[in-house]
């Protein structure tokens, strides 16, 4: 199987690129930083799985095309997307975050639909695919003080919530992954206590187990999902009540 996989110089795009290489598969690995790509691809090898690389910056939609199609000349076509890039910042209405905004906008929402719109055209020829994205829990709704982060997620998670119903007789299945905190460098500036932290290498073992079943959606923790299931269902009152009570941003 041929996993390509963006975001994946650092934290569970890394952790994942290694787990698809100890069971055997071809790892595409796109992000920044060609030097560290390199590494990853390095400990790829080491367990036993084929990797190529390809440096591109996700927000630039030609060299997405141009990366992803380099990695499929050299290990076939992509079986399965894992658009993992992506970034946070504070976003605190109060701070009038407008710039950190459209910086998140920029590569957690342009960089998963371009790396989509790289892949589509040849699965759908095909007849055959999976693309996932991961999203977050974030998403689920407005955390205070995240107005940017939560955004963004929940226009991925409603983005690939449309295409899977858009391509189930396509033979392609649509996966938005949902996790809850893993220890990464992005998480690891937070000033909060985040419940139910977990390491990276653990959350891509969730998610190579999970994406091969091919559901319409991965949330992890469990504590976490129902925690945030139920967080959906509060009416806006409640919800702001509780949700404010519990905010560093009061």
């Known amino acids: 199987m041929v996993v390509i996989i963006t975001g994946a110089s650092t934290g569970i795009g890394a952790a994942l690129a290694v787990e698809y290489g100890r069971r055997g598969h071809k790892v595409g690995l796109v992000a920044r930083r060609e030097a560290l790509l390199a590494e990853v691809g390095a400990q790829v090898s080491a367990v036993g799985g084929t990797p190529a690389w390809a440096a591109c910056d996700v927000t630039d939609r030609v060299a997405v095309v141009g990366a992803i199609a380099l990695i499929e000349e050299k290990l076939g076509p992509c079986d399965l997307l894992v658009a993992n890039a992506g970034a946070g910042e504070p976003s605190a209405a109060t701070k009038v975050p407008v710039d950190a905004i459209e ?14 719109g790289a892949v589509l055209p040849g699965m759908l020829a095909r007849g055959s695919g999976h693309i996932s994205a991961v999203s977050s829990v974030a998403g689920f709704r407005g955390l205070p003080g995240s107005g940017g982060y939560s955004a963004s997620k929940a226009y991925v998670t409603t983005l690939l919530e449309s295409f899977r119903i858009d391509l189930r007789r396509k ?31 653990r959350a891509a073992r969730i998610i190579a187990d999970g994406l091969q079943r091919r559901p319409g959606e991965l949330t992890f923790p469990l504590q976490m999902k129902l925690l945030l299931g139920l967080a959906r269902m509060l009416p806006n009152w409640l919800y702001d009540f509780v949700i404010g009570r519990a905010s560093p941003m009061k």
Do not use: C, H, Q, W
């Open 103 to 116: 910086r998140m906008l920029d590569l957690n929402v342009r960089g998963v639909l371009y790396s989509i």
């Open 171 to 201: 033979g392609i299945a649509v996966t938005s992954i949902n996790p809850g905190f893993i220890e990464t460098p992005l998480t690891s500036t937070n000033k909060f206590r985040m419940p139910f932290l977990m390491k990276a290498d």
